[in-house]
Antibody, heavy 126, light 107 residues
Framework: QVHLVQSGAEVKKPGASVKVFCRAS????????LHWVRQAPGQRLEWMGW????????KSSQKFQGRVTISRDTSASTAYMELNSLRSEDTAIYYC???????????????????WGQGTMVIVSP | DIQMTQSPPSLSASIGDTVTITCRAS??????LSWYQHQPGKAPKLLIY???DLHSAVPSRFSGSGFGTDFTLTIASLQPEDFATYFC?????????FGQGTRLDIK
């Protein structure tokens, strides 16, 4: 079975950093990009960035550029998302999600986040 | 960025009911629209992609429709396990954006 298992909850002080891991199992880790998404309390999901797991290339949202680092360890089938200079607004649940390409009914392929991790709660509090 | 507006924000229904959730994009996204189910503390689950294609192992009581800017998710004959939050996501353009979610409760 395909799974993404994330690290446990974190409590951090403002200004600190947090590193969340996402461990994949049940599929070839390097065959699928991984995305990171977060949801702050009462807010909608927000895309943060992604990594081409095979090449290691990354791209992040402009909102987080300079503060987020996405990486992977292919030998451990694990991706990481590190967020620096934490502030209270970064309190959220952070998710990793696998990107797959699905054939559609007459529309070619579509990129879809088909497998998600269970989420990692990060609380930023003085 | 493309704004995705879901309605209603919350919905109460009974077992066996049929419910419809809508998602409207601020510009045309063709059919680059996915629907997900999310239960608290669990991983979100993909239900539908390309607006109307049912993901594997998803029960046929789930269906999606729409093209352009207006989309619907319909759940027929609600079952106990269907009470959850549902959200849409557009993958037409970066950054891919999400609706704010619809919470479906038991009446």
């Amino acid at each position: 079975q395909v799974h993404l298992v994330q690290s446990g909850a974190e409590v951090k002080k403002p200004g600190a950093s947090v590193k969340v891991f996402c461990r994949a199992s049940g599929y070839t880790f390097t065959s699928y990009p991984l995305h990171w998404v977060r949801q702050a309390p009462g807010q909608r999901l927000e895309w943060m960035g992604w990594i081409d797991v095979d090449s290691g290339d990354t791209k992040s949202s402009q909102k987080f550029q300079g503060r987020v680092t996405i990486s992977r360890d292919t030998s451990a089938s694990t991706a990481y998302m590190e967020l620096n200079s934490l502030r209270s607004e970064d309190t959220a649940i952070y998710y990793c999600a696998r990107l797959s390409y699905f054939d559609t009914s007459g529309w070619g392929k579509r990129a879809v986040l088909d497998i998600w991790g269970q989420g990692t709660m990060v609380i930023v509090s003085p | 960025d493309i704004q995705m507006t879901q309605s209603p924000p919350s919905l109460s229904a009974s077992i066996g009911d049929t419910v419809t959730i809508t998602c409207r994009a601020s510009q045309s996204i063709d059919n680059y629209l996915s629907w997900y189910q999310h239960q608290p503390g669990k991983a979100p689950k993909l239900l539908i992609y390309a607006a109307s294609d049912l993901h594997s192992a998803v029960p046929s009581r789930f269906s999606g429709s729409g093209f352009g800017t207006d989309f619907t998710l319909t759940i027929a004959s609600l079952q106990p396990e269907d009470f959850a939050t549902y959200f849409c996501q557009q993958t037409y353009s970066a950054p891919n954006t999400f609706g704010q979610g619809t919470r479906l409760d038991i009446k």
